[in-house]
């Protein structure tokens, strides 16, 4: 059956205020100029709203009960969901006060019109039911046949076929002879709806031989002259056709009919029977990519109004096992849940046939395998976080050694330019071979004095450094001063400095001063303390060494840092490192590569 659903909500307070603010004159009310006025097609929302509260106010003050049940139903035609309910409820109350079995039973038929539109189809037929009981007392055949076909289009949703059957066979013979067009309503379309409704029910019972007839039947009907306005209809027999295909087992032949089908329809419905036959025949093709495509119409449905018609259920059975196959975890999840839903909405909603609904689940494994699919993905899903947080940290890495291989190339050019090739490093290195070897036999008998090494000066000593410095309040004499610093370009140019027993009260001695004044000298003059002064010199001369002699750039780090003067390859890497911001093994590995970057 094709049903109009429209939509729109009442607003309570809207009521409430109406009420207060309007006064009705009895003597002057059209309820048709008012009724003309709200079914204006353009009409917008809030106005047909206003319209609709001011209607039934202005009937209630004039007390007329056949205009308050007329204004009930024109306003059920404008809402949905639970407003559309209470409007039902409405007029079956006033259908009950009118009294009359002819009001009452067309209040039930409304009333069942209203619960089938809210997918409430066990309510639907227990109202048209009491509708048909009450008609039969009267001899109004099209109304009875009407509802005839309204009962059987609601069992037909509830599974009951074979009565759904009988009751069509009944009023096809009827509206076939009778099809006028009888106190507004035409009854053509009912003709063309209880013979569409046969031909899926038979379909659906297997009863395949009356069908072609039936759909010829329909055809010829609508090429008549006078019936062109139905050709509307022809895409509903045409799905017919695809849904009879189907139940053959057709399957090629129910795809070309029900895509046609969907392609020809000129209305608003989303016809979703067809897209669940589409699918389905699309499945059973061995085509399931195609019939996922069209089982989506519906989860879209389900998705919007949290139910759809039993029969539909299959499809989503069919979606479960496509993302079981596909092992994707989430959307299986997804689908059983839904199942799990859709068995409580029919368990509720169609208790009637609730136990003769077909289910390839049963709900307890429906219900374990939720259960496991839920541990999988919490699992999963600290799989991925853990996975996320590895892949950030690895990417970091590869930045962070990235930019450390570009600082550290930037660096080793620069190093290599001020360094390798500049024709002098800034010392005297060059008036030695650079072969020359260091020993303590070189030194004056004053360096052997002491036997504190360079990278473990005694704290206190440079704390007494630090301050002596850092006061400025000591004096020296300028020859005294001219003296050590001849001393220190001896001392410099003859690389005693490499002999790794230097200290700081050693070079005094040798340069004929205390340690105060020669640490006030060297902070003074080479703008550093004992300790860097040392360290400065060896590392330059390190520099120097790999520049003028290519064999010293194959020696290790520990028998380099013992030719620069370092007592440790520890102490001279450390140091190196911080001097140059690279290590020496990287220097020595890109001068050897000659790479100047």
Not at 234 to 245: N, R, V
């Amino acid at each position: 059956m094709i049903k109009i659903y429209t939509t729109t909500i009442i607003f309570l307070l809207s009521l409430t205020f109406f009420h207060s603010q309007r006064k009705t004159d009895i003597n002057n009310f059209d309820f048709n100029l008012i009724k003309s006025k709200i079914t204006k097609p353009n009409l917008r929302s809030t106005e047909r709203k206003k319209l609709i509260l001011e209607l039934i106010l202005d009937v209630k003050k004039i007390n007329d009960k056949n205009l308050l049940y007329d204004s009930y139903a024109l306003a059920s035609q404008y809402t949905t969901g639970r407003e559309q309910l209470k409007y039902g409820d409405s007029i079956l109350m006033v259908g009950k006060i009118i009294g009359t079995d002819a009001k009452i039973a067309d209040a039930y038929i409304a009333k069942g019109m209203i619960l089938s539109t809210n997918k409430d189809f066990v309510s639907s037929l227990d109202s048209y039911l009491k509708a048909y009981d009450l008609l039969k007392k009267g001899k109004n055949s099209y109304m009875i046949n009407n509802l005839e076909y309204n009962i059987a289009d609601t069992k037909n949703y509830l599974g009951m076929h074979e009565e759904a059957r009988t009751s069509l066979q009944k009023t096809i013979a009827f509206f076939r002879l009778h099809h006028d067009k009888v106190d507004g309503t035409d009854y053509r379309l009912y003709y063309m709806y209880s013979l569409i409704s046969l031909i899926d029910t038979n379909s659906r019972t297997g009863k395949f031989g009356d069908n072609t007839n039936l759909i010829n039947e329909g055809k010829n009907f609508i090429s008549v002259k006078q019936n062109a306005d139905l050709e509307t209809l022809l895409p509903y027999l045409t799905s017919s056709e695809g849904m009879q295909a189907y139940y053959q087992k057709n399957y090629r032949h129910a795809i070309k009919l029900l895509t046609k089908s969907l392609s020809t329809y000129n209305d608003q419905w989303n016809h979703s029977n067809d897209y669940f036959f589409l699918g389905m025949s699309y499945w059973e093709n061995g085509e399931q990519d195609k019939g996922i495509k069209a089982f989506a119409v519906l989860d879209e449905e389900l998705n919007k109004n949290g139910k759809i018609d039993p029969k539909f259920r299959s499809a989503f059975e069919k979606l479960y096992e496509y993302y079981q196959k596909k092992e994707d975890k989430i959307k299986q999840f997804e689908y059983i849940d839904k199942l799990l839903m859709l068995h409580k909405v029919y368990e509720k909603e169609y208790k009637q046939i609730f136990p003769h609904l077909k289910t390839k689940y049963e709900i307890d494994k429906l219900n374990r395998e939720k259960q496991n699919l839920s541990t999988s993905l919490k699992e999963q899903r600290y799989f991925n976080l853990f996975l996320i947080v590895l892949s950030t940290l690895l990417l970091l890495g590869l930045f962070y050694s990235i930019l450390r291989s570009y600082r550290r190339k930037k660096q080793y050019k620069k190093l290599y330019e001020t360094y390798i090739l500049q024709n002098s490093t800034g010392s005297s290195f060059e008036e030695e071979s650079v072969d020359h070897e260091i020993s303590s036999d070189n030194f004056d008998e004053k360096f052997v004095d002491d036997k504190e090494e360079l990278d473990e000066i005694d704290e206190d000593e440079l704390e007494e450094e630090e301050i002596l410095t850092s006061s400025g309040t000591m004096l020296i004499n300028q020859t005294l001063e001219k003296q050590v610093l001849d001393k220190l370009s001896s001392f410099e140019k003859s690389r005693k400095f490499l002999n790794p027993e230097v200290s700081l009260k050693s070079l005094a001695v040798y340069c004929g001063t205390n340690t105060a004044y020669l640490s006030k000298i060297i902070n003074s003059h080479k703008k550093c303390n004992f300790k860097t002064y040392m360290v400065n010199l060896r590392l330059t001369y390190t520099m120097y060494l790999w520049k003028s002699n290519a064999a010293s750039r194959m020696l290790s780090i520990q028998e380099i840092a013992t030719k620069s003067g370092f007592s440790t390859a520890q102490s001279f890497s450390k140091n190196f490192l911080i001097k140059y911001e690279v290590s020496p093994k990287y220097f020595i590995q890109q001068l050897n590569k000659n790479q100047r970057l």
